[in-house]
């Protein structure tokens, strides 16, 4: 019960003072994404949307907008506390608690707080983000495609795939069928400074995607197929 009641006031906290979710703004994202994708499908009220990587419900992220839209989907993310925050301000969603990858199984997590965007299953990339101590553990891994299954939505129309997870964006694409499910648009991470080099960029090249916008670190993928 005291837990219970630790977690709400840790959520309350997290939502409306730390975060401010009663202030209204142009953009949630962390470089306009969700300016672009909202404008792209300004005619679409229902769509739905799968967010790897999901981290919090409001801040930094590029489908709140189209939640107050009217959109609804998946969201996934390495952290309890993250699914914690999601199950609240968007229950009518489905929220997971999982890792996403080429294979399903068990794999290492990489972290130092229990809400994190640069938290990842990419040691290396770990290494890379995080000053001091790493702390590591053992987490459920899934392929997007067992997870489509297991929520029985291989039939569903997926407008927009946001994928935000440090370094293992290429492992997310390649357990998705992508070529059956052809999402609309596609946001994901590269982090390389040749972009047209990146082993992400030739994958979705591969399958007919046109890049359409560019930030520092997230590029949007359009389907041409």
Known sequence: MLSNLKKKIHIFH?????HKHFIKKKSYSMDGEDIFIVEYFRKKNNGFYIDVGCYHPIHRNNTYLLHKNGWSGINIDIHQFSIDLFNYLRPGDINLNCAVSDTNGVTKMFYQKALSQLSTIDEFQAKIAFQGNIKKSKIKSLTLDTILEKTKLTDKKIDLLDIDVEGAD???LKGF?????????????IHEKEIKNSGVYKYLSNFSYELVWSGVFSHIFKSNS
């Open 177 to 189: 069928t992508i070529e059956k499910f052809k999402p609309e648009l596609i946001c994901v991470e």
């Open 170 to 172: 290429l492992r997310v």
């Open 14 to 18: 997290n939502i409306y003072l730390k």
